[in-house]
Protein backbone atom coordinates (compact mmCIF):
# COMPACT_ATOMS: atom_id res chain seq x y z
CA UNK A 1 0.00 0.00 0.00
CA UNK A 2 1.43 3.74 -0.92
CA UNK A 3 -0.24 6.53 0.19
CA UNK A 4 0.63 10.15 -0.55
CA UNK A 5 -0.87 12.50 1.42
CA UNK A 6 -1.47 16.37 0.62
CA UNK A 7 -3.02 19.77 2.28
CA UNK A 8 -4.53 22.10 -0.20
CA UNK A 9 -5.63 25.14 0.65
CA UNK A 10 -9.51 26.72 0.61
CA UNK A 11 -7.97 27.98 -3.34
CA UNK A 12 -6.39 24.77 -4.09
CA UNK A 13 -2.80 26.32 -3.17
CA UNK A 14 -0.62 22.78 -2.04
CA UNK A 15 0.44 23.86 1.19
CA UNK A 16 2.13 20.63 2.28
CA UNK A 17 2.17 16.50 0.85
CA UNK A 18 4.48 13.77 1.80
CA UNK A 19 4.52 9.92 -0.07
CA UNK A 20 4.76 7.35 2.11
CA UNK A 21 4.11 3.47 2.61
CA UNK A 22 2.43 1.45 4.91
CA UNK A 23 3.97 0.41 7.51
CA UNK A 24 1.50 -2.72 8.95
CA UNK A 25 2.34 -5.95 7.73
CA UNK A 26 5.66 -5.87 7.51
CA UNK A 27 5.91 -2.66 5.61
CA UNK A 28 8.89 -0.58 5.15
CA UNK A 29 6.95 2.68 5.06
CA UNK A 30 8.65 3.66 1.57
CA UNK A 31 5.82 4.30 -1.24
CA UNK A 32 5.73 2.17 -4.23
CA UNK A 33 3.49 3.45 -6.94
CA UNK A 34 2.66 1.90 -10.20
CA UNK A 35 2.33 3.92 -12.77
CA UNK A 36 2.45 3.16 -15.92
CA UNK A 37 5.50 5.87 -16.72
CA UNK A 38 7.61 5.56 -13.25
CA UNK A 39 9.22 8.81 -13.69
CA UNK A 40 6.29 10.89 -14.14
CA UNK A 41 5.11 9.39 -10.48
CA UNK A 42 4.88 12.96 -8.45
CA UNK A 43 3.31 14.36 -11.13
CA UNK A 44 0.74 11.60 -11.59
CA UNK A 45 -0.22 10.95 -8.00
CA UNK A 46 -0.87 15.27 -7.99
CA UNK A 47 -2.68 15.16 -10.97
CA UNK A 48 -4.94 12.21 -9.71
CA UNK A 49 -5.34 13.52 -6.42
CA UNK A 50 -6.48 17.22 -8.01
CA UNK A 51 -8.29 15.85 -9.97
CA UNK A 52 -10.85 14.19 -7.66
CA UNK A 53 -11.25 18.34 -6.07
CA UNK A 54 -14.42 18.39 -8.13
CA UNK A 55 -15.73 15.03 -6.04
CA UNK A 56 -14.90 17.11 -3.18
CA UNK A 57 -16.27 20.13 -3.89
CA UNK A 58 -20.16 18.05 -4.67
CA UNK A 59 -19.29 16.25 -1.46
CA UNK A 60 -18.80 19.05 0.69
CA UNK A 61 -22.29 20.70 0.90
CA UNK A 62 -24.02 16.90 0.79
CA UNK A 63 -23.24 16.41 4.23
CA UNK A 64 -21.40 18.15 7.28
CA UNK A 65 -19.16 15.68 8.46
CA UNK A 66 -15.58 16.87 7.98
CA UNK A 67 -14.15 13.06 7.18
CA UNK A 68 -15.63 12.80 3.74
CA UNK A 69 -14.71 9.49 3.83
CA UNK A 70 -13.51 7.62 0.05
CA UNK A 71 -14.83 10.18 -2.60
CA UNK A 72 -13.34 9.68 -5.93
CA UNK A 73 -11.22 6.15 -7.55
CA UNK A 74 -8.83 6.42 -10.81
CA UNK A 75 -9.39 2.82 -12.17
CA UNK A 76 -6.51 2.91 -14.29
CA UNK A 77 -4.02 3.02 -11.42
CA UNK A 78 -6.66 1.79 -8.89
CA UNK A 79 -5.87 4.76 -6.92
CA UNK A 80 -8.35 5.35 -4.08
CA UNK A 81 -8.94 9.11 -2.55
CA UNK A 82 -9.94 9.91 0.94
CA UNK A 83 -10.77 13.36 1.96
CA UNK A 84 -11.50 15.42 5.41
CA UNK A 85 -12.44 18.67 4.59
CA UNK A 86 -11.33 21.34 7.90
CA UNK A 87 -14.35 23.73 9.42
CA UNK A 88 -12.43 26.58 7.85
CA UNK A 89 -12.03 24.82 4.12
CA UNK A 90 -8.41 23.40 3.91
CA UNK A 91 -8.84 20.12 2.36
CA UNK A 92 -6.60 17.21 3.61
CA UNK A 93 -6.48 14.62 0.36
CA UNK A 94 -5.45 11.13 0.96
CA UNK A 95 -4.39 8.89 -2.41
CA UNK A 96 -3.89 5.09 -1.21
CA UNK A 97 -2.64 2.64 -3.82
CA UNK A 98 -3.28 -0.89 -2.81
CA UNK A 99 -0.28 -3.31 -3.39
CA UNK A 100 -1.94 -5.04 -6.01
CA UNK A 101 -4.92 -3.88 -8.22
CA UNK A 102 -8.14 -5.06 -5.59
CA UNK A 103 -10.60 -6.00 -8.65
CA UNK A 104 -9.17 -8.74 -10.77
CA UNK A 105 -10.64 -6.62 -14.16
CA UNK A 106 -7.83 -4.89 -14.49
CA UNK A 107 -8.43 -4.94 -18.39
CA UNK A 108 -8.76 -1.62 -18.33
CA UNK A 109 -5.36 -0.71 -16.98
CA UNK A 110 -3.94 -2.20 -20.15
CA UNK A 111 -0.15 -2.03 -20.77
CA UNK A 112 0.30 0.05 -17.95
CA UNK A 113 -1.36 -2.70 -15.55
CA UNK A 114 1.15 -4.99 -16.60
CA UNK A 115 4.33 -2.83 -16.68
CA UNK A 116 2.90 -1.66 -12.72
CA UNK A 117 2.56 -5.15 -11.74
CA UNK A 118 6.05 -6.11 -13.59
CA UNK A 119 7.55 -3.08 -11.29
CA UNK A 120 5.47 -3.95 -8.10
CA UNK A 121 7.19 -7.64 -8.19
CA UNK A 122 10.45 -6.05 -8.59
CA UNK A 123 9.95 -3.85 -5.41
CA UNK A 124 8.27 -6.38 -3.26
CA UNK A 125 10.71 -9.00 -3.49
CA UNK A 126 12.64 -7.71 -0.42
CA UNK A 127 9.82 -7.80 1.88
CA UNK A 128 7.90 -11.42 3.28
CA UNK A 129 5.04 -9.67 4.21
CA UNK A 130 3.98 -7.63 0.50
CA UNK A 131 4.22 -11.05 -0.85
CA UNK A 132 1.90 -12.84 1.27
CA UNK A 133 -0.35 -9.29 1.18
CA UNK A 134 -0.01 -9.72 -2.88
CA UNK A 135 -1.30 -13.47 -2.23
CA UNK A 136 -4.24 -12.21 -0.05
CA UNK A 137 -5.10 -9.80 -2.47
CA UNK A 138 -5.37 -12.13 -5.06
CA UNK A 139 -7.98 -13.76 -3.56
CA UNK A 140 -10.09 -10.78 -3.85
CA UNK A 141 -13.17 -11.95 -1.48
CA UNK A 142 -13.42 -8.86 -0.52
CA UNK A 143 -12.74 -9.49 3.82
CA UNK A 144 -8.77 -10.38 3.47
CA UNK A 145 -7.05 -11.17 6.87
CA UNK A 146 -8.13 -8.82 9.42
CA UNK A 147 -4.52 -7.02 9.59
CA UNK A 148 -5.04 -6.10 6.14
CA UNK A 149 -6.60 -2.59 5.96
CA UNK A 150 -4.58 -2.36 2.78
CA UNK A 151 -6.02 -5.12 0.64
CA UNK A 152 -9.00 -3.25 0.59
CA UNK A 153 -9.33 0.48 0.81
CA UNK A 154 -13.32 0.92 0.72
CA UNK A 155 -13.91 -1.18 3.99
CA UNK A 156 -14.72 0.03 6.82
CA UNK A 157 -11.59 -0.45 8.19
CA UNK A 158 -9.77 1.08 6.31
CA UNK A 159 -12.17 3.99 6.36
CA UNK A 160 -11.98 4.19 10.43
CA UNK A 161 -7.79 4.09 9.96
CA UNK A 162 -7.37 6.76 7.47
CA UNK A 163 -10.24 8.64 9.61
CA UNK A 164 -8.19 8.24 12.78
CA UNK A 165 -5.24 9.01 10.59
CA UNK A 166 -7.36 12.48 9.00
CA UNK A 167 -7.98 13.70 12.71
CA UNK A 168 -4.40 13.19 13.79
CA UNK A 169 -3.18 15.45 11.06
CA UNK A 170 -6.12 17.77 11.89
CA UNK A 171 -4.57 18.23 15.39
CA UNK A 172 -0.84 19.31 13.69
CA UNK A 173 -2.76 21.56 11.25
CA UNK A 174 -4.56 23.23 14.33
CA UNK A 175 -1.63 23.76 15.68
CA UNK A 176 0.21 24.91 13.14
CA UNK A 177 -2.67 27.22 12.38
CA UNK A 178 -2.80 28.61 15.73
CA UNK A 179 0.73 29.64 15.18
CA UNK A 180 0.76 33.98 15.13
CA UNK A 181 3.64 33.43 12.62
CA UNK A 182 1.22 31.09 9.97
CA UNK A 183 -1.04 33.19 7.47
CA UNK A 184 -3.40 31.40 5.67
CA UNK A 185 -2.12 30.03 2.27
CA UNK A 186 1.00 29.62 3.52
CA UNK A 187 3.03 25.93 3.10
CA UNK A 188 3.40 24.53 5.97
CA UNK A 189 7.38 24.15 6.13
CA UNK A 190 7.78 22.95 9.36
CA UNK A 191 10.13 19.62 9.56
CA UNK A 192 8.46 18.81 13.01
CA UNK A 193 4.43 19.18 11.04
CA UNK A 194 6.20 16.77 8.23
CA UNK A 195 7.67 14.52 11.06
CA UNK A 196 3.94 14.40 13.19
CA UNK A 197 2.38 12.90 10.32
CA UNK A 198 4.57 10.38 8.97
CA UNK A 199 4.49 9.08 12.42
CA UNK A 200 0.39 9.21 12.38
CA UNK A 201 0.98 7.33 8.87
CA UNK A 202 2.95 4.81 10.53
CA UNK A 203 0.22 4.34 13.36
CA UNK A 204 -2.83 4.14 11.33
CA UNK A 205 -1.64 3.39 8.08
CA UNK B 1 10.82 18.13 -0.53
CA UNK B 2 11.44 20.89 1.69
CA UNK B 3 14.19 19.49 3.85
CA UNK B 4 16.75 21.45 5.31
CA UNK B 5 19.93 20.74 4.38
CA UNK B 6 21.14 18.23 6.86
CA UNK B 7 24.95 18.91 6.66
CA UNK B 8 25.50 21.34 10.03
CA UNK B 9 28.07 23.61 8.24
CA UNK B 10 24.80 24.51 6.48
CA UNK B 11 23.31 25.88 9.77
CA UNK B 12 23.18 29.46 9.17
CA UNK B 13 22.02 29.73 5.72
CA UNK B 14 19.55 27.03 6.73
CA UNK B 15 18.32 29.17 9.59
CA UNK B 16 17.61 32.43 8.16
CA UNK B 17 15.56 30.74 5.57
CA UNK B 18 13.65 29.13 7.94
CA UNK B 19 12.82 32.06 10.00
CA UNK B 20 9.04 32.24 9.52
CA UNK B 21 8.60 28.12 10.04
CA UNK B 22 5.77 28.49 12.57
CA UNK B 23 7.42 26.01 14.71
CA UNK B 24 10.71 28.23 15.32
CA UNK B 25 8.24 30.58 17.05
CA UNK B 26 10.02 30.29 21.01
CA UNK B 27 13.62 29.93 19.56
CA UNK B 28 16.50 30.50 22.09
CA UNK B 29 19.83 31.19 20.21
CA UNK B 30 21.58 28.14 20.49
CA UNK B 31 20.78 25.35 18.20
CA UNK B 32 19.32 22.21 19.77
CA UNK B 33 20.02 18.81 17.86
CA UNK B 34 17.54 16.85 18.44
CA UNK B 35 14.07 16.92 18.01
CA UNK B 36 11.76 14.28 19.72
CA UNK B 37 11.83 12.42 16.20
CA UNK B 38 14.96 13.07 14.11
CA UNK B 39 17.80 15.12 14.26
CA UNK B 40 17.59 18.03 12.12
CA UNK B 41 20.41 20.34 12.11
CA UNK B 42 18.34 22.87 10.69
CA UNK B 43 15.76 22.88 12.85
CA UNK B 44 15.73 24.71 16.48
CA UNK B 45 13.64 23.96 18.71
CA UNK B 46 13.33 25.64 22.40
CA UNK B 47 15.69 24.53 25.82
CA UNK B 48 13.12 22.44 26.96
CA UNK B 49 12.46 20.95 23.43
CA UNK B 50 8.87 21.55 23.13
CA UNK B 51 7.46 23.27 20.20
CA UNK B 52 4.53 24.30 19.33
CA UNK B 53 3.03 20.93 18.09
CA UNK B 54 4.03 19.14 21.59
CA UNK B 55 1.53 21.13 23.37
CA UNK B 56 -1.91 20.38 24.19
CA UNK B 57 -4.62 22.25 22.33
CA UNK B 58 -6.93 21.93 25.51
CA UNK B 59 -4.57 22.98 28.04
CA UNK B 60 -5.81 26.74 27.88
CA UNK B 61 -9.09 25.70 26.97
CA UNK B 62 -10.39 26.96 30.22
CA UNK B 63 -7.78 29.54 31.06
CA UNK B 64 -8.87 33.10 31.06
CA UNK B 65 -6.85 35.69 30.02
CA UNK B 66 -6.90 39.32 32.47
CA UNK B 67 -9.40 41.85 31.50
CA UNK B 68 -6.93 44.41 32.38
CA UNK B 69 -3.99 43.31 29.91
CA UNK B 70 -6.89 42.75 27.17
CA UNK B 71 -7.88 46.00 27.31
CA UNK B 72 -4.66 47.31 27.50
CA UNK B 73 -3.55 45.70 24.17
CA UNK B 74 -7.00 46.46 22.48
CA UNK B 75 -6.57 49.90 23.20
CA UNK B 76 -3.10 49.46 22.13
CA UNK B 77 -4.71 47.77 18.84
CA UNK B 78 -7.14 50.75 17.67
CA UNK B 79 -4.54 53.39 18.35
CA UNK B 80 -2.04 51.34 16.00
CA UNK B 81 -5.25 51.29 13.62
CA UNK B 82 -5.77 54.67 14.12
CA UNK B 83 -2.50 56.12 12.78
CA UNK B 84 -3.05 57.83 9.55
CA UNK B 85 -6.40 56.72 9.10
CA UNK B 86 -8.48 58.62 6.61
CA UNK B 87 -12.12 58.55 7.90
CA UNK B 88 -13.95 56.22 10.79
CA UNK B 89 -15.02 53.97 7.66
CA UNK B 90 -10.86 53.57 7.15
CA UNK B 91 -10.42 52.51 11.59
CA UNK B 92 -13.35 50.50 11.41
CA UNK B 93 -11.92 48.86 8.07
CA UNK B 94 -9.03 48.03 9.78
CA UNK B 95 -9.98 46.82 12.74
CA UNK B 96 -11.93 44.49 11.10
CA UNK B 97 -9.10 43.42 9.09
CA UNK B 98 -7.17 42.86 12.64
CA UNK B 99 -10.09 40.41 13.32
CA UNK B 100 -10.77 38.43 10.51
CA UNK B 101 -7.24 36.06 10.70
CA UNK B 102 -8.43 35.46 14.58
CA UNK B 103 -11.56 34.08 13.26
CA UNK B 104 -10.33 31.75 10.84
CA UNK B 105 -8.40 30.61 13.61
CA UNK B 106 -10.89 30.14 16.16
CA UNK B 107 -12.84 27.86 13.89
CA UNK B 108 -10.53 25.28 13.89
CA UNK B 109 -9.82 25.26 17.60
CA UNK B 110 -13.61 25.11 18.05
CA UNK B 111 -13.95 22.29 15.99
CA UNK B 112 -11.11 20.70 17.71
CA UNK B 113 -11.97 21.38 21.00
CA UNK B 114 -15.60 20.10 20.21
CA UNK B 115 -13.84 16.61 18.59
CA UNK B 116 -11.27 16.30 20.81
CA UNK B 117 -13.83 16.52 23.89
CA UNK B 118 -17.14 15.18 23.12
CA UNK B 119 -18.12 13.84 26.16
CA UNK B 120 -18.28 17.24 27.56
CA UNK B 121 -21.24 19.40 26.58
CA UNK B 122 -18.87 23.01 27.48
CA UNK B 123 -18.82 23.72 23.56
CA UNK B 124 -21.66 21.78 21.73
CA UNK B 125 -24.53 24.10 21.18
CA UNK B 126 -28.09 22.64 20.07
CA UNK B 127 -27.04 23.27 16.16
CA UNK B 128 -23.72 21.61 15.77
CA UNK B 129 -24.78 17.71 17.26
CA UNK B 130 -22.86 16.00 20.27
CA UNK B 131 -20.13 13.83 19.24
CA UNK B 132 -19.02 14.77 15.98
CA UNK B 133 -19.33 18.43 14.98
CA UNK B 134 -20.42 18.98 11.83
CA UNK B 135 -19.68 21.85 9.71
CA UNK B 136 -22.02 24.85 9.24
CA UNK B 137 -23.94 24.02 5.82
CA UNK B 138 -26.75 26.38 6.05
CA UNK B 139 -26.74 29.77 7.38
CA UNK B 140 -28.84 29.19 10.34
CA UNK B 141 -26.47 26.92 11.61
CA UNK B 142 -23.07 28.96 11.13
CA UNK B 143 -25.53 31.83 13.13
CA UNK B 144 -25.95 29.58 16.24
CA UNK B 145 -22.37 28.81 15.59
CA UNK B 146 -21.24 32.06 16.14
CA UNK B 147 -23.90 33.05 18.53
CA UNK B 148 -23.52 29.99 20.95
CA UNK B 149 -19.85 28.31 20.83
CA UNK B 150 -17.87 31.30 19.57
CA UNK B 151 -19.46 33.92 21.80
CA UNK B 152 -18.82 31.30 25.03
CA UNK B 153 -15.11 30.73 23.56
CA UNK B 154 -14.45 34.55 23.07
CA UNK B 155 -16.40 36.06 26.30
CA UNK B 156 -17.41 33.40 28.26
CA UNK B 157 -21.55 33.65 27.63
CA UNK B 158 -23.50 33.59 24.25
CA UNK B 159 -24.62 36.42 22.46
CA UNK B 160 -27.83 38.36 23.41
CA UNK B 161 -29.94 38.00 20.48
CA UNK B 162 -29.89 36.61 16.70
CA UNK B 163 -32.48 38.27 14.34
CA UNK B 164 -32.93 37.95 11.02
CA UNK B 165 -34.26 40.88 8.62
CA UNK B 166 -37.92 41.73 8.57
CA UNK B 167 -37.26 43.82 5.24
CA UNK B 168 -38.23 41.40 2.38
CA UNK B 169 -35.77 43.60 0.11
CA UNK B 170 -33.03 41.95 2.38
CA UNK B 171 -33.49 38.57 3.44
CA UNK B 172 -29.79 38.54 3.02
CA UNK B 173 -29.19 40.59 6.38
CA UNK B 174 -28.82 39.41 9.63
CA UNK B 175 -28.07 40.34 12.88
CA UNK B 176 -26.42 39.48 16.35
CA UNK B 177 -26.37 42.06 19.14
CA UNK B 178 -24.47 41.91 21.91
CA UNK B 179 -25.81 44.06 24.94
CA UNK B 180 -22.23 44.85 26.26
CA UNK B 181 -19.54 43.97 24.27
CA UNK B 182 -16.08 43.36 26.29
CA UNK B 183 -14.29 45.02 23.88
CA UNK B 184 -16.10 48.61 24.16
CA UNK B 185 -15.88 48.52 27.82
CA UNK B 186 -13.28 50.65 28.54
CA UNK B 187 -13.27 52.29 25.34
CA UNK B 188 -15.25 55.88 25.30
CA UNK B 189 -15.07 57.34 21.94
CA UNK B 190 -14.96 60.96 21.60
CA UNK B 191 -18.12 63.27 20.76
CA UNK B 192 -17.26 63.97 16.98
CA UNK B 193 -16.49 60.26 16.35
CA UNK B 194 -19.53 58.65 17.96
CA UNK B 195 -20.23 56.57 14.65
CA UNK B 196 -17.19 54.74 15.37
CA UNK B 197 -17.83 51.37 17.17
CA UNK B 198 -14.37 49.71 18.38
CA UNK B 199 -16.34 46.20 17.95
CA UNK B 200 -15.39 46.23 14.20
CA UNK B 201 -12.61 43.90 15.67
CA UNK B 202 -15.16 41.71 16.54
CA UNK B 203 -17.19 41.86 13.71
CA UNK B 204 -13.80 41.12 11.74
CA UNK B 205 -13.62 38.08 13.99
CA UNK B 206 -16.97 36.87 12.89
CA UNK B 207 -16.72 37.53 8.82
CA UNK B 208 -13.48 35.34 9.32
CA UNK B 209 -15.58 32.58 11.01
CA UNK B 210 -18.28 33.10 7.97
CA UNK B 211 -15.82 33.44 5.28
CA UNK B 212 -13.89 30.17 6.39
CA UNK B 213 -17.02 28.27 6.60
CA UNK B 214 -17.62 29.06 2.86
CA UNK B 215 -20.19 31.96 3.46
CA UNK B 216 -18.70 35.00 1.91
CA UNK B 217 -20.08 38.04 4.11
CA UNK B 218 -19.95 41.43 5.12
CA UNK B 219 -20.09 42.01 8.75
CA UNK B 220 -20.33 45.71 10.38
CA UNK B 221 -20.85 46.46 13.87
CA UNK B 222 -23.13 49.50 14.47
CA UNK B 223 -23.84 51.39 18.18
CA UNK B 224 -27.63 50.78 18.95
CA UNK B 225 -27.69 52.18 22.48
CA UNK B 226 -30.76 51.69 25.11
CA UNK B 227 -31.46 52.92 28.32
CA UNK B 228 -30.29 50.09 29.88
CA UNK B 229 -27.43 49.30 27.36
CA UNK B 230 -25.60 52.08 26.42
CA UNK B 231 -23.21 50.21 24.87
CA UNK B 232 -25.07 47.86 22.74
CA UNK B 233 -23.84 46.70 19.76
CA UNK B 234 -25.57 45.07 16.07
CA UNK B 235 -23.38 43.08 14.25
CA UNK B 236 -24.83 43.27 11.10
CA UNK B 237 -24.26 40.03 8.60
CA UNK B 238 -25.02 40.60 5.13
CA UNK B 239 -24.40 37.44 2.80
CA UNK B 240 -23.09 37.51 -0.70
CA UNK B 241 -25.45 36.48 -3.45
CA UNK B 242 -23.15 33.11 -3.94
CA UNK B 243 -24.74 31.85 -0.74
CA UNK B 244 -28.01 33.10 -1.02
CA UNK B 245 -28.01 31.03 -4.29
CA UNK B 246 -27.12 27.85 -2.62
CA UNK B 247 -28.96 28.03 0.44
CA UNK B 248 -31.64 28.02 -1.95
CA UNK B 249 -29.97 25.18 -3.95
CA UNK B 250 -29.50 22.88 -0.37
CA UNK B 251 -33.18 24.08 1.05
CA UNK B 252 -34.46 22.51 -1.98
CA UNK B 253 -32.51 18.95 -1.52
CA UNK B 254 -33.21 19.25 1.90
CA UNK B 255 -30.02 19.48 3.14
CA UNK B 256 -30.01 21.07 7.09
Known sequence: ?205 | MSHPPRRSSMLSTSSSAQTVTPSEKQVPPQPQLQTPTQSNPGLRVPSNRKTIYDRHLNRSRNAESSRASFAFLFGEMVTYAQRRVTGIQDLERRLNEQGYPLGLRLLDLLFYRTMSSSSSSALSSSSTSASPPNRPLRILPLLHLIHGPLWRLLFNRPADALEHSVSPDTPNEYMITDNDPLVNSYISVPKEMNQLNCAAYVAGIIEGVCDGCGFEAKVTAHNQPTELWPSRTIFLLRFGESVMEREKVLERAGVK
Open chain 1, 1 to 205: MSYYFTILSPTDVPLFNIAFGTSKSGGDGIARFRFPDAAQNTYMTQFIIHSSLDMLEEAQWMGGNMYLKHIDTYPPASAYISAFLTPSGTRFLLLHQPPQPNLPASGAAGAGGSIGSSTMSLSSSGMGGSGLFGGSGMGSSGRTSSSSIAANPTAPQTEEAVRQFMTEVYEGYVKTVMSPFYKRGMEIRSPVFRSKVSAAGRKWL
